[in-house]
Structures are given as C-alpha cells and as structure tokens.
C-alpha cells in the first residue's frame, strides 16, 4: 500500500488544482443543481446564437476550467489549446469560462439549451451523456475521427459515448475511485498498513476506532447529485447488482443492493462518518482528511495533484475500496467528455476542433494530451500512445500513482450512462437511507418501481 512520506522516485509533478471530482458537489452536488436533479430526459429547445447548423466563423466553448481569473495550469491548458487552434484555422473558438459551481451545480448550461441557445463545444461526463444525446444536441464525431484514433482509445473507454457505433463525445481522461487514509490518524489510534480495510466489516470496524470527538473515521459524499450516485455505484457493483436490469438479471431491488445501502448508512448511524462534507464536497481530500475532518475518505485519482498543492505535509496512503464478502473487487472509472452541439452555428467545425484537441495520434497531439493527464493534473489518459509516453516519462512511479494504476484501475468499470430518472431514483434511495434512516429494502423496493415504470416507455439510446 501507498504512503506518501515514503521517498518518491523522480517524476512528472502534476501541480495540484481543483477538478472536476473534487468540486463535484456545487449547491445540489454532481452534475446536479435545481432543475438538473429532475427527471426531465429531453431538452425541450436546442441550438446556439446562430439559429443551429451553418458556417458560423466563431463558436463558444462552455467549460469550467479556463479562462479561470486565478490562471492556473489548466486554465493555461485550456487556453493555449484554443490559441494553437485559432492561430490556424479559418473558424475561431471562444473559451467562455463557468465557475464549476455553475457550471456543474447550477443551471446554466440546461438553461441556454433550453432557451435556444446552447454552446457549440461544452463537456459532459457520462452521467449525463443520454440527456443531451437524447435531446438531439449531440453531434456524430466519427467523421473527422480517423481509424487510428479511435484505436488509440483504450478498451471500452468510448462505449458510454457512442450510440450505433458512432462517436458523440471525446473522452479528455479516466479517472478511478479508491479510499485515501491518514498515516497519522493511523499511527495515533495505534493501526499500520497492515490494518487497511480489504472489507466492508473491517472497515466499519477501522472507521469506529479512528472515529474520536474531533474526527470521522470515514467519508463518502453527502450531497444528492451525480457525483454521490458516481461515488456509490462501486459498492452496487461489488455485489453484482445494477440499477436496471442487465444480462437477465434483475435490477434495482435485490439483496446486494440492499447491503450497499445499508453500509453507507450503518457509517453514519454509527457516527463514524459524517452527515454533512466540507467545503466543496466529498471528492476534496485537502479539504477534508488533509484537514483532519476525517481519517479516510473515498476519492479519485484528481485527489493526488490535489494534495501536492493543498495539503503537501499531509501524510496519506492510497488503498483499493473495501468489499463485501463474497462480492468482487470493482471501481467506478469517471471522465469528462468535449462533445459539440448539432443545433450551434456550426457543428462541422465544432467537430473538427475536438478531434484535433484530442484525438489528434502526431507528436503534438500526444505530447497535449500527456501534459493534461500528468501534468497539469493527475488522471490516468484514454489513450494508449499517452499512456504509453507518460510511463516513458516516469509520471506513474510516484507511490500514490503507482497504486493507482497497478491495483486500483484493474479492477474498473466505465462511469454508466443512466438518464435522468434513473439517476434520481438512486439518487433518492442513497439519501433517504444513509441520511433519513429509511430500510434499505424498502428504499431500493421504491425506487426500482420507478426505474421500471420509466423503463417500459423508454425510447432513447441503449442505457449502459
């Protein structure tokens, strides 16, 4: 297991900087604001300023990264990607930056398609990929993808973004989810590495005796939102369930999800685990172990440069999540997308930036992608020839990285595509039982009859 005072070989040292999983909380948590924690699949208007579809010589790219005005290193990223285009291309594209509570917990976006007037290029992560393909605002990417760079992809990493074999969106990075723990905590209540919870009881046993008047022994994110269901599913999985029904097998309400529900909620009702997160919610580690709210924390890879900045004399170690007896190891692996709008002024171009931004198999277009993955933060790339150019470069010898690549993403499952009411559904049940005391049963009873109901009229693009 990983501890970060352990000496660390020389490597690429991604600065630290907020991302998309640490902020994923905003005022309704993940994706998630007012009107996006409904259950509304569709857009009920689509397009941009241009009227949709044309030869518009200027296109907006909503995002929350850059230009941000603190001009961190990914804001840089952001904003040289867009220059290095615009010096050499005809159809300019204009950076137009949100605050991540906006753009994530807030409803921005949702509303400017609503109203008529979506971006041309925007992100999305999985979560939320079927609202927008769903409402028709999503363009086919295939045609400027060439075959080679599609291939570069890794295995299954572009699955939740195509539908019938097309590309609608281009994954930027993965990013998997594991637990993180305090040397120091650990030390003081008298436990070692030998000690780390490889289960869910002795982890519920582990969070209890790190659990003192100042400190929560464990912490999973609170807030509903997209990120908390993202944080969740791994304990679904881990005991072979889902949220629909797949392969035959039933969905929502059966025993493993009822004991994935239960431990979540016998954390809090023991008081090992808080009910409430810091800060920006549960996937800021700097905030929360880093600044002994808690001894353990469930996080992602973003979690690593994070702690190199923000909490940098802060001793932590990285381990696997815990399972359930006789379940199977398994992790969440999250991403953003770039994705161009098929109603903007003009899809074509949008289309063709992407592909350029990241699909791009030259020298150049590997060498960008291997700054934003382990650079300018720390991600494991969707791609294999930055991959392959980051290990040359020594950027996964770091302990923490190491972890991550060697035991934690081996066991990973890509982000599910779920719409809306699926989500929520979820959503509901991780709320009411882990904060509310609902019986987990009875949560899970309630919310598969509502994915069941939903699924019998359901029109859309395959669930996965």
Known sequence: MFRSDLPSPASVRPPAQLSR???????????????????????????????GGGDAKELTFWNFYGPNPDGNPQSKWFVDLVDTWNKNNDVKIKLHYLPV??????????????????????????????RYYNGGVLTDLTPHLGADAIADFSDGVLDTRKVDGKVFGLPMEVEPLAMYYSVDAFEKAGLSEGDLPKTWDALLDVAGKLT??????????????????????????????????????????????????????????????PKKTKAEGGGNLPAHLGAGYCAMQQSGIWSVSQMETDAKNVKYGVFPLPTPAGGTYTTDMGGWAFVANAKGGNPAAAAKFIAWALGSTDADGVERMRQWNTVVKTNIPARKSVKDAATKAGAFEKPALKIFMEQV????????????????????????????GANPAQAAADAAGKIDTFLKGYKGAPIL
């Open 21 to 51: 999983r640490s902020l994923l909380r905003g005022i309704g948590g993940g994706l998630v604001g007012a009107t996006l924690l409904g259950a509304t699949p569709l857009l009920s208007a689509c397009g941009s300023d241009s009227g």
């Open 101 to 130: 509570t906006e753009y994530l917990g807030g409803t921005a976006l949702q509303t400017a398609f609503s109203s008529g007037k979506g971006p041309d290029i925007f992100i999305i992560s999985p979560g939320d990929f079927l």
């Open 212 to 273: 003192n008047p100042k400190r929560f022994g464990v912490m999973f994110e609170t807030a509903p939102g997209y990120y908390q269901n993202f944080t969740w599913y791994p304990f679904m999985w881990m005991g072979g369930a889902s949220a629909i029904p797949e392969d035959g097998k039933p969905g929502f309400n059966t025993d493993a999800v009822h004991k994935a529900l239960g431990l979540w909620q016998d954390a809090v009702k023991s008081g090992a685990a």
């Open 409 to 436: 993403a081996p066991g990973g499952r890509g982000e599910p595509r779920y719409t809306p009411e699926v989500y929520k559904a979820v959503s509901d049940a991780i709320q009411a039982t882990m904060l509310n």
